[in-house]
């Protein structure tokens, strides 16, 4: 979105006789921009642009020669503020004379700009502050740096130990009498007790004892692979549903026209459960459950035809006789045509 004050330097330019794609490539923005910007009124006309074109082509300093001198001055580490500064031109102008190649990315940016800030940071004065007892959190607030710019400019004879240090990290590493340790091992002093004479860790006196003289566990040998034994397939139980119904009351209450999923229904089981007790011989078809599960009425084409005649309608008829329309109109027809 262009603000106000870009919005006049637009105008201001444009009135100056800045092309209109001079004045986009200097502020950074699209010619159409520009273009709606300036004013119906002020625009200037083709004659007027060309005889424009002329007069700056006259009055323009060499562009080549500014290109040149943004591009060694950019290389040089300057920012592209720093360079506008110092050639008198903004930031946009020298954006525009940059190649994308020649752009720095935003993390070669932020690095210059932390080794322009570590350059000017006093060393021996923070080598002063931190052997005083300074923190490197607190050193880096104190100049702007990160703590990590402050570590890498103290000695490492310096840098104090980070977390809780043992006596024995502390002093550095000791020269242990050897001999005596084994001598007292071997008279019968423990590891732990030897470890806290001479504040080291046991593993410490372990490790200056040797193995045949050990009288701890003996090391663990590596177990032998053992072959994998097939595992047998896991049996599954078979779960037996109680019936609330005997088999003999589900076939009489099939026999009797109830429907398999009703009976299973009520028997608390699967349909396929009630079909599995039924014999062969007895069980019914799908047109069969059909018929007897969706009794139909008698209800004739005739007399369908005859209602039809006496001013009733279809929906009328199937509200009635509890069919379908499509059923009605199907019965209508038959042995008869289409009233």
């Keep these: ?15 100056e006789g800045v092309s209109v794609r001079a004045v986009a490539r200097e502020l950074g923005i699209s010619k159409n921009t520009v273009q709606r910007k300036t004013p119906a009124a ?31 001055l950019y290389r040089s580490g300057m920012s592209s503020a720093e360079v506008a500064s110092a050639l008198g031109i903004t930031k946009p102008m020298v954006w525009s004379r940059l190649t994308r190649q020649l752009r720095r990315s935003r993390s070669d940016t932020a690095s210059l700009a932390s080794r322009r800030v570590a350059s000017r940071l006093p060393e021996e004065e923070i080598i002063r502050r931190y052997a005083a007892g300074e923190s490197l959190t607190a050193l880096g607030l104190r100049y702007g740096v990160h703590s990590s710019t402050i570590r890498r400019r103290i000695p490492k004879d310096v840098i104090r130990p980070r977390g809780r240090v043992s006596p024995t990290q502390r002093r ?33 006196i372990r490790l200056r004892i040797p193995d045949d003289q050990w009288r ?21 139980p078979a779960r037996r549903t109680k ?12 026999r009797a026209g109830e ?18 007790l039924t014999p062969d011989n007895e069980r019914r078809t799908s047109e069969q459950a059909l018929r ?44 008869g045509t289409t009233q």
């Design 1 to 15: 979105m262009v603000t106000d004050e870009v919005a006049s330097l637009i105008r201001r330019r444009y009135r």
């Design 42 to 72: 002020e625009r200037r006309s083709a004659v007027d642009a060309a005889r424009q074109r002329h007069k700056n082509q006259l009055e323009a300093p060499d562009a080549r020669k500014l290109r040149l001198e943004v591009v060694r």
């Design 172 to 204: 550095g590493p000791r020269d242990l009498p050897t001999e005596e340790i084994r001598q007292r091992y071997r008279e019968g002093e423990s590891a732990y007790s030897l470890a806290k004479a001479f504040a080291v860790s046991q593993t410490t």
């Design 216 to 236: 701890g566990h003996p090391p663990r040998k590596p177990a032998a692979p053992s072959q994998p034994q097939p595992k047998s397939p896991r049996r599954i």
């Design 243 to 254: 019936l609330s119904l005997s088999p003999i009351q589900i076939l009489t209450r099939y």
């Design 259 to 276: 429907s398999a999923t009703s009976i299973a229904s009520t028997a608390r089981v699967s349909c396929k459960t009630i079909i599995r």
């Design 292 to 335: 007897v599960n969706r009794p139909v009425p008698e209800l004739t084409g005739e007399e369908i035809r005859l209602r039809r005649a006496r001013g009733e309608t279809v929906r009328e008829i199937t509200e009635a006789s509890g069919l379908s329309v499509k059923t009605v109109r199907n019965r209508q027809c038959e042995d």
